[in-house]
């Protein structure tokens, strides 16, 4: 400690003001970051069909059993995409995020005819582990723009999966 | 006859006290209104057990809120009430704790890990807040803050805060992942969610303490100190939250251990002072600079300021926190360091600065006051005295030497000797700058005491 003559409270004052415009700035690059995935008129009014998720087994790459929003850890599941209420011309995908937003499971992109082929979609196993984690499960039928961006979500689904 | 007088205050226009304890009234009002709302909101929309434990939850919060006013508060009272006041602090905190530990336990028990895991991650993160705890006092070097106020905050941080995000975060979460595309955007929409939300909900903790107990309240110090508490808390509970969660995935496939070892390594070790502790401690530092600013629109530019680089460091974070992918080799422990390094580093050191600065700021005119005092003769401060008193080395020699001659009891009577002196000359500083509403005869009793202590020590 040593004596003063001056009041430094306002360096203090104006350091801060001066973090804050960095911080304001920070916070605007987020606006823009977020305004150009979730672009404003994007919306085409299409709406994708999801028949179901079901159970999946991997030997025989077919799903079983009744339509589901609910599965155990020690199950794999897929959800059934009806590629023909979608319309030709556009550009899609389809989707599983886990409970962490890690993608899990994906077909596309392409064309709506090119994928009709490809109308089930199973939820991978993270590698290196035996089951699929648990939590809440997001399947979602993109619409794509020319960039290859999704910029719609054309159909959504959730699903639970048990910890047990 | 006998007349009564108002003693003098030092800004005798300021009528701010009362007004203060106002908007202290109406947050707390707001913060109850608001964790009623998105409780039942959760309830009705989500009805899955973490609503339902936010709905019981509420009492606890509600008698934790209001037994920590009573705590606070206590101490402002006169010695004769004061243990009554204490006392029902005491059992509403405790009552408040109870009902939350059981809440906490059905939630863990029924969703997560069970309690054994919660109670094993919770004594794993004990120590590592307190350390966090204790350096964060002894920051300041120059006048430290009392242990209650400290653990107060670092309280509030850890049950307050985080019921209050938890509620607010689910309404928000779930709604955006039923209306934004999944990826970049919804990442970006939850890190302005917890970047708002949770330094709303700390820093709501720093304005209370700042409304309610403006006498502990000095600087710019205190509110980085008070501001990091209210972080550390949060952090705590995050820590136990997270830790819990991850054992619970990954234990059946024997990775549960390594999952919370993990998360506590990266918010208890590397995020202790990086994370949670500086963006609410920046809330802090906004606010101990309002509270020596002279006009009411400094004042809210201040703490607007502190909020906004809160929020600002907290989002970065969240946002961009994937484009440092950990590879999965060896390299990844170092990536990890820096990584936390290079995203919450810049955010740190401007932290250090304005504390190193706001600390000499203090010391400097902590010094200017004493040399005055000592100048008035009245024996509360000798001139001799000063510079041991400037110098926290100094001061603790001086203890250490009471020590060695009479033990712990002069070691203690040295050190309330040197507080009792610090807070005079603080006294002096606030009224010199018109920052306080107290009446002088509050520094003339301060005075009286420093004097009556150094019998004490003279006698020792």
Not at chain 1, 74 to 96: C, I, K, M, N, T
Not at chain 2, 2 to 27: C, K, N, Q
Not at chain 2, 220 to 240: L, P, Q, T
Request: proline fraction near 5%.
């Amino acid at each position: 400690m040593s004596a003063t003559t001056y009041d430094q409270l306002h360096t203090l004052y104006r350091t801060l003001l001066v973090f804050a415009t960095v911080g304001a700035i920070i916070l605007s690059v987020g606006l823009v970051q977020f305004v150009y995935f979730e672009r404003p008129g994007e919306e085409t009014g299409v709406k994708a069909r999801i028949v179901g998720v079901y159970e999946y087994n991997l030997a025989t790459m077919k799903t079983t059993g009744p339509d589901r929003s609910e599965f155990p850890r020690s199950d794999v599941f897929a959800a059934v995409v009806d590629w023909s209420s979608v319309p030709s011309q556009l550009v899609v995908d389809a989707r599983w995020y886990d409970t962490f937003g890690s993608m899990r499971g994906e077909v596309g992109p392409g064309h709506a005819t090119d994928l009709s082929g490809q109308s089930v979609v199973p939820v991978e196993v993270p590698p290196d582990l035996h089951f699929v984690l648990p939590g809440r499960y997001t399947f979602v039928v993109e619409r794509l723009d020319a960039t290859g961006v999704p910029v719609e979500v054309l159909a959504r689904r959730f699903v639970l999966v048990d910890r047990s | 006859m006998i007349t009564s007088t108002t003693p003098p205050a030092a800004d005798p226009e300021s009528a701010l006290r009362p007004r203060r304890y106002g908007i202290a009234f109406a947050v707390a009002a707001l913060v109850v209104l608001a964790l009623i709302a998105s409780s039942i909101l959760n309830y009705v929309y989500l009805d899955t057990i973490p609503g339902r434990a936010s709905l019981y939850g509420l009492l606890a919060v509600a008698s934790i809120t209001l037994g920590t006013y009573i705590l606070v508060r206590a101490f402002d009272r006169d010695p004769a009430t004061r243990r009554n006041h204490l006392i029902r602090a005491g059992v509403l905190i405790g009552l408040g704790v109870l009902l939350w530990l059981l809440v906490i336990d059905v939630f863990l028990y029924t969703q997560s890990a069970g309690p054994g895991v919660a109670a094993v991650c919770a004594l794993a993160c004990l120590p590592t807040t307190a350390f966090g705890l204790l350096v964060v006092r002894r920051m300041d070097r120059n006048h430290k803050e009392p242990w209650r106020l400290v653990l107060v905050a670092a309280a509030w941080g850890a049950i307050v805060a985080t019921s209050l995000v938890v509620w607010a975060e689910t309404v928000w979460e779930v709604s955006a992942q039923r209306a934004l595309v999944p990826g970049p955007g919804l990442d970006t929409s939850l890190a302005f969610m917890a970047g708002t939300l949770e330094e709303l909900a700390k820093g709501l903790a720093v304005v209370l303490l700042f409304l309610v107990m403006r006498s502990e309240f000095d600087d710019v110090v205190d509110g980085i100190v008070y501001g990091a508490a209210v972080g550390m808390g949060f952090n705590f509970m995050e820590s136990v939250s997270y830790m819990t969660n991850l054992y619970s995935i990954f234990a059946p496939e024997h990775q549960g251990g390594i999952a919370a070892g993990v998360q506590w390594y990266n918010r208890q070790v590397l995020g202790l002072f990086f994370g949670h502790a500086t963006y609410t401690a920046y809330i802090g530092a906004g606010v101990g600079i309002a509270r020596q600013l002279p006009t009411l629109r400094q004042k809210i530019l201040a703490i607007v300021a502190g909020f906004m680089v809160a929020i600002a460091g907290h989002f970065s974070w969240d946002a961009w926190v994937n484009l440092f992918p950990i590879p999965n080799t060896l390299f990844g422990i170092v990536a990890i360091h820096l990584r936390t390094l290079v995203m919450t580093g810049p955010f740190t050191a401007g932290l250090i600065a304005l504390l190193i600065f706001g600390i000499r700021y203090e010391g400097q005119n902590l010094v200017d006051q004493m040399r005055k005092e000592a100048a008035t003769g009245a024996g509360a401060i000798l001139p001799q005295e000063v510079p041991v008193l400037a110098s926290p080395w100094r001061r603790l020699r001086q203890r250490t030497q009471a020590f060695q001659r009479v033990g712990l009891r002069g070691y203690f009577d040295v050190s309330r000797l040197q507080t009792a002196q610090l807070d005079l000359a603080m006294e002096r500083w606030h009224r010199e700058r018109k920052e306080i509403d107290t009446p002088l005869e509050a520094e003339q009793r301060l005075r009286e005491r420093v004097i009556q202590l150094r019998h004490w020590v003279r006698a020792s």
